[in-house]
């Protein structure tokens, strides 16, 4: 029989022994540093929170319901995904909000703005489609095939398709940043938000807004470029001279 040394068998044992858990951080033992910690923490959450703070402030007096908002000629319905090449749930909502605003002569032309980064993806069409099915005419809808996000979307309507003031339709939990953004980007701004069950998918994304509250805030001081700009576009003052 094969006998190992002891010091072999010891260098065995030490292969063989479970590696030991990563130590976690030890808490300050004194009351100063117990104190200076929960201070740290406090002033990290007043941080995070500034940015949703400033949003909510400055949206306040422009957000509307579909039967008080302001007579404006453009609304701008902002892309909230699709499923199976349909608008989903919260986008059909949005639309349906342009919608009524429409037949009830609060706007003209609606603007709208979504993702078509791919050939298989297309939200401004769907979102067309579906308004023409909802009553709206074809000729006064208005397509923004690079609204890829809120600032891009904001932007280009300034730039791109000249809109000066508009409607914004959105969910609640948007609703605020995106009024807060498209003034930034100059169009004067008047908000709906639409109401929807309160489902996983509301709650995720009213959590997202406060992450998404610090890039607008960084979006609205630095006011970069969009993804892409391109040359202007005259297709909202047309579907406006047609009426």
């Given at each position: 029989m094969l006998h190992l040394s002891r010091r072999a068998r010891a260098g065995g044992a030490r292969w063989l022994r479970r590696p030991r858990p990563p130590r976690l951080p030890r808490l300050p033992r004194t009351r100063t540093g117990r104190r200076r910690l929960v201070q740290a923490g406090m002033a990290a959450c007043v941080l995070a929170l500034l940015p949703a703070t400033w949003l909510r402030l400055a949206a306040d007096g422009r957000l509307h319901t579909t039967a008080d908002v302001p007579r404006t000629e453009v609304a701008v319905v902002f892309g909230a995904g699709l499923w199976d090449g349909e608008p989903s749930p919260y986008l059909a909502h949005r639309l349906d909000a342009a919608a009524e605003l429409y037949r009830a002569g609060r706007i003209e032309v609606?603007?709208?703005?979504?993702?078509?980064?791919?050939?298989?993806?297309?939200?401004?069409?769907?979102?067309?489609?579906?308004?023409?099915?909802?009553?709206?005419?074809?000729?006064?809808?208005?397509?923004?095939?690079?609204?890829?996000?809120?600032?891009?979307?904001?932007?280009?309507?300034?730039?791109?398709?000249?809109?000066?003031?508009?409607?914004?339709?959105?969910?609640?939990?948007?609703?605020?940043?995106?009024?807060?953004?498209?003034?930034?980007?100059?169009?004067?701004?008047?908000?709906?938000?639409?109401?929807?069950?309160?489902?996983?998918?509301?709650?995720?994304?009213?959590?997202?807004?406060i992450l998404a509250a610090g890039k607008a805030a960084l979006d609205a001081v630095f006011r970069p470029d969009p993804h892409f700009l391109g040359p202007r576009e005259p297709g909202v003052r047309r579907a406006l001279d047609r009426g």
């Open positions: 609606v603007l709208v703005t979504g993702d078509n980064s791919r050939e298989d993806y297309d939200e401004p069409d769907a979102m067309r489609a579906y308004l023409t099915r909802h009553g709206v005419p074809d000729t006064r809808i208005v397509s923004d095939y690079a609204g890829f996000d809120t600032w891009d979307s904001c932007v280009r309507a300034k730039k791109i398709f000249g809109v000066d003031r508009a409607v914004l339709i959105s969910q609640g939990f948007h609703i605020r940043r995106a009024v807060t953004l498209c003034r930034a980007a100059g169009v004067s701004s008047y908000g709906v938000g639409v109401d929807d069950r309160h489902d996983l998918t509301w709650y995720y994304g009213g959590t997202r807004e």
